[in-house]
């Protein structure tokens, strides 16, 4: 879908829709939408009147209108509501945008043009209303439509309608930014959604090879000799069920070719976790094709952040392997020695991310990346304790949680830090090894990330556990069915905000 913005009169625009706005509780039409009511002889008055319509937060109000010269131009007025101006904020706008999209794509609308909502009474700027319809337009918009036909066809074309010439300069880039973060949410969900078999560690690597070379950014992937040389046989464990060779992955961007300080951003990429043989049970098993949704969100986010070009330096390490049985797969009771040197008693062979993110992150220190934050479909439950709108966040540092924490707020990802009590450590401590590979079941989050503590040293680092929010098992807003891409507009932001500020953790 293309969107621009333009200087016009929202009721004159000649388009298949036009949408306008409503806060919940306004008793009149307001602003573009009281001058598309007159244009209507009252239409949507009429709706407040008769309380049909209430302006609450993700309502579509649709006017299907016989489109006359010199009144309104467009077939159809959608008539979104923004809910109490409030709550008003860029993420609900939004899911509003995700919202209306959806409604008059499915009324077979091919272009459109829209107000900015938000910007006058809801408190919200320009840019940012801009940047938030643009994300939620082509977020909420997503289908994977490789393997069926999608039910509906696509918008092509969407305006941002301004009244003043003055506004257009700030709202291109804003509306640049928005697609590229977007289409980069898309790209990570692209990879979720992709079955196992077309997802291996090998095609993986391929795609990280794409982004590489779409968006000029350095590539590299090591196989199972090179991971042999290097120690890591945490990972190396996981891979040995699974005829699909394991890959490390690294993506890295330069930005600032004059800085030692590289930033470090690990994903998770199991292409499938059957649990090895601690095998799962088979019901929902296939959501397990999305357990690289912590690589997918690194990876996309590098490929927003070489088209964004901050002045920063980031590497992601993507271990990437599946998680199979068979007779040569890791059992329980193996121990396996990390790169770091430290022993592993394998408990559950299903608790095979901490296993292949200790190796992640012990090569990541190696490099000299610094901070470090990593992203894992880690936990069950992390999902548990949060649900599904929430990410669980883990650090060694304070002052790092207040940056992602904060990236994460203006990215509208929801993310909750979480305690890691030197207390629970009892609970990974083995007989026979440095470490075991899982606690009680109780704090079961908490225990994945102290366990995977035993892998940083001193290193600024951030674990964010994405069991709960990787996945949406509805739509809503801006999220559809399936992955979500979540985190991959928390450390575009987050590496736009390293660029800007002058203190680094
Ligand atoms: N990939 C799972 C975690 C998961 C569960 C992600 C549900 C998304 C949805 C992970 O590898 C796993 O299996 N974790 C185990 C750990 C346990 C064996 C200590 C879990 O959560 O049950
Ligand atoms: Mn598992
Ligand atoms: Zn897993």
């Excluded at 490929?303 to 964004?308: E, Y």
């Excluded at 890791?330 to 095979?352: C, F, H, Q, R, W």
Aim: hydrophobic letters at 45%.
């Amino acid at each position: 879908m293309e969107i621009r913005a333009a200087v016009g009169d929202i009721t004159q625009i000649e388009a298949d829709a036009i949408v306008v706005n409503l806060f919940e509780g306004a008793e009149h039409a307001g602003g573009a939408t009281a001058a598309v009511d007159e244009a209507l002889d009252g239409a949507i008055s009429s709706l407040i009147d008769r309380r049909a319509i209430k302006g609450r937060f993700g309502e579509v109000a649709i006017v299907h209108t016989v489109a006359k010269p010199g009144q309104v131009g467009a077939r159809i007025v959608a008539i979104a509501g923004l809910g109490k101006p409030e709550d008003c904020s860029a993420d609900r706008i939004r899911g509003v945008a995700g919202e209306f999209c959806r409604a008059l794509r499915k009324l077979n609308c091919r272009n459109m043009a829209t107000i900015l909502h938000g910007a006058g009474s809801g408190g919200i700027d320009l840019q940012a209303s801009a940047q938030a319809i643009t994300e939620g337009a082509l977020l909420g918009l997503y289908t994977f439509g490789k393997y069926k036909k999608p039910e509906y066809e696509d918008i092509e074309e969407m305006l941002i309608v301004v009244s003043e010439e003055s506004s257009l300069p700030v709202l291109e880039p804003a509306i640049g930014k928005g697609k590229i973060t977007a289409e980069a949410t898309n790209l990570a969900r692209d990879m979720i959604n992709e079955p196992a078999n077309y997802m291996t560690p090998s095609q993986m690597a391929e795609a990280a090879q794409e982004i590489a070379a779409k968006y000029g950014l350095e590539f590299k992937a090591f196989d199972r000799e090179d991971m042999e040389t290097m120690g890591m046989e945490a990972l190396l464990g996981v891979a040995s069920g699974s005829s699909q060779p394991a890959k490390l992955i690294t993506l890295s961007y330069t930005g600032d070719a004059h800085s030692q300080r590289t930033l470090g951003f690990l994903g998770k990429g199991v292409t499938f976790d059957s649990g090895g043989i601690s095998i799962k049970s088979s019901e929902g098993m296939g959501e397990m094709k999305g357990d690289m949704a912590g690589a997918a969100a690194v990876m996309a986010a590098l490929a927003a952040i070489a088209q964004l070009r901050p002045q920063v330096n980031v590497t992601a390490v993507i271990p990437a392997t599946e998680n199979l049985p068979s007779g040569t797969a890791l059992k329980p009771g193996d121990v396996l020695k990390a790169m770091n040197g430290k022993t592993i008693e394998i408990i559950s062979t299903d608790a095979e991310g901490r296993l292949i993110l200790a190796d992640a992150l012990s090569y990541a220190q190696k490099l000299g990346l610094s901070p470090l934050i990593d992203l894992a479909t880690l936990t069950g439950a992390c999902r548990i304790a949060l649900g599904t709108l929430y990410a669980g966040l883990f650090s060694n540092n304070q002052d790092l949680t207040d940056k992602v924490l904060e990236a994460a707020q203006r990215a509208g990802e929801r993310m909750w830090q979480m305690p890691m009590p030197e207390e629970y450590k009892e609970q990974i401590k083995s007989e026979i090894a440095d470490v075991k590979n899982t606690g009680e079941r109780a704090g079961g989050a908490i225990t994945a990330a102290l366990f995977l503590s035993e892998f940083v040293d001193t290193t600024p680092w951030v674990h964010i556990d994405i069991a709960g929010p990787a996945n949406s098992s509805k739509e809503s807003g801006y999220t559809v069915k399936g992955g979500t891409g979540v985190g991959v507009r928390t450390l575009v932001e987050l590496a736009l905000d390293e660029a800007r500020s002058e203190e680094a953790v």
